[in-house]
């Protein structure tokens, strides 16, 4: 026969599921809508590299009295280019992707402290009640 705790605690782990589901489907509305719309903001400006035309326009009009100052002049164009761009794609993945997963990190320590909770509060007093177990 079940008793008002055993009741109180499905309870508890339903509603806590259901959150959690709540959760797992809030974090992948948010990947998929803010993803669409950061990837949608990426400009062609953004995604330059070193064979887009204003980029080799640029390296070939640098000028100088030595060749090394021709290279570094083009080495500092492609290299700040590809800088820019993969700093910003890698912002808007971490913005897509880090804080749906912090979301689900932080519930997962809820509900692991929650569970060990009631653990603790309902079931292991009851078990020492009825002496089913020495110590815990």
Known sequence: MRSGWDYLLADVERRMRTLGNLLAALCVAWMAIVGI?????????????????AIMKQVKDCRGPSYARKF???QTILLTGERVGAFE???????????????????RFVMRRVR?????????????AHDLISRL
């Open 116 to 128: 060990h909770t009631l653990w603790e509060t309902m079931v292991v007093p009851r078990l020492r």
């Open 72 to 74: 570094r002049c083009a």
């Open 37 to 53: 719309l950061m990837l949608d903001q990426l400009t062609p400006r953004i995604l330059q590299n070193h064979r887009d035309p």
């Open 89 to 107: 794609v890698l912002l808007r993945v971490i913005a897509v992707i880090a804080l749906p997963t912090i979301a689900w990190l932080v519930w």
